[in-house]
């Protein structure tokens, strides 16, 4: 089992930044692949960031590419997503998620066996 617990949300104005952290606990994520996805209202949860199975490489949706970056401290088994830029359309009940199988489709939701509780971003225009 791997408890999850989300922090760092906030309401921000559009072209703030923010950093969202993922604080795991149980076992050592360092075996999991871990990624963020979001949720608006009234929405699908959708993909956000993650890891590959090395670690060496990251993958974005393309709303995101080159504002957001994930990233992982391993010695305090958390990691993060730096949001720069912020868009109103940004705006969201972010969670964090651990796929512990690395399967190969890191972007469905379905394939991530642990969740956080989410922590809501609010991006004012």
């Known amino acids: 089992q791997v408890q999850l617990v989300e922090s760092g949300g906030g309401l921000v104005q559009a072209g703030d930044s923010l950093r969202l952290s993922c604080a795991a606990s149980?076992?050592?994520?360092?075996?999991?692949?871990m990624g963020w996805f979001r949720q608006a209202p009234g929405k699908e949860r959708e993909f956000v960031a993650a890891?590959?199975?090395?670690?060496?490489?990251?993958y974005y949706v393309d709303s995101v590419k080159g504002r957001f970056t994930i990233s992982t401290d391993n010695a305090k088994n958390t990691v993060y997503l730096q949001m720069t830029s912020l868009k109103p359309e940004d705006t969201a009940v972010y969670y964090c998620?651990?796929?512990?199988?690395?399967?190969?489709?890191?972007?469905?939701?379905?394939?991530?066996?642990?969740w956080g509780q989410g922590t809501q971003v609010t991006v004012s225009s």
């Open positions: 890891f590959s199975r090395s670690g060496s490489s990251t």
């Open positions: 998620a651990a796929d512990e199988y690395y399967r190969a489709r890191y972007y469905l939701r379905d394939n991530y066996d642990y």
């Open positions: 149980g076992r050592t994520f360092s075996t999991f692949r």
